[in-house]
């Protein structure tokens, strides 16, 4: 099966840095992506890693360990409009297995 | 212009009917998908085609029947509604790149809320 684990929820400070952690076992691996899903609205794509090492995009990097099924997403400067949950999903062949999210509540 | 487009955005209805959901992507994307987002905010795959070809089928009830006229729209169907099937319907699109996944990211469709009483 496919397993793929997140903080259900996290609270961080304007102006400040988080990490949301993401740990998964699949059958294959293609890549892994992250997700930003604000309430009520689609997801939109932020990041992937395929290679081990830490992606770098402005305000948001991701990190991926193949070998330890290890990913995280790291936000710089936090603003407000960034509290939204944070889907991880590991690409296998075909497929997109999603976790369940981590919702990010941002305050001033 | 949209990328990818479902209607309608809210559906209410009764256990027992049949309602059809539409998407439509103007990407250019080879692969259309139909996501299912539980009240826990999971998603999960349920439909996966590839011009217009069925390569995915996450042993859904077959109450609920794709069809894919063209590569641009993957419809859903949903037969006799019950309770359990309430939840947010998302139609995404990517372009495969082969053993390069570095494009092959999902575009989401604003979702459909189904509400059945």
Redesign the interface.
């Known amino acids: 099966g496919q397993n793929i684990d997140q903080p259900t929820e996290m609270t961080a400070t304007e102006g400040a840095i988080v990490q949301i952690n993401c740990t998964y076992q699949t059958s294959g691996f293609?890549?892994l992506?992250w997700?930003q899903?604000h309430a009520g609205?689609?997801?939109?794509?932020l990041s992937?890693n395929?290679l081990d090492g830490l992606e770098e995009k402005g305000r948001f990097s991701s990190f991926l360990s193949r070998s330890k099924g290890y990913s995280y997403l790291l936000l710089k400067e936090l603003q407000m409009k960034d509290s939204a949950?944070y889907?991880c999903?590991v690409?296998n062949f075909?497929?997109?297995?999603?976790g369940?999210?981590t919702?990010l509540n941002v305050k001033p | 212009d949209t990328a990818v487009s479902q209607t309608p955005k809210y559906l209410v209805t009764q256990m027992g009917n049949d309602k059809s959901i539409k998407c439509e992507q103007n990407l250019g994307h080879d692969?259309m998908?139909w996501y299912k987002q539980d009240s826990?905010?999971?998603?999960?795959?349920m439909f996966?085609y590839?011009n217009k070809e069925l390569?995915?089928n996450e042993t859904v009830p077959n109450r609920f029947s794709p069809k894919s006229p063209d590569k641009a729209h993957l419809n859903l169907h949903i037969n006799s509604l019950e309770l359990g099937d309430s939840a947010v319907y998302?139609c995404a699109s990517s372009q495969?790149t082969g053993s390069d996944?570095?494009n092959?990211?999902?575009?989401?469709?604003?979702?459909t809320q189904l509400s059945v009483l």
């Open positions: 293609n890549g992506f997700y899903q609205e689609a997801p939109t794509f992937y395929v949950s889907l999903a690409h075909n497929k997109f297995y999603f369940s999210g919702k | 692969t998908y826990k905010k999971f998603l999960k795959i996966s590839n390569i995915i998302f495969p996944t570095t092959e990211k999902l575009f989401f469709g604003s979702g």
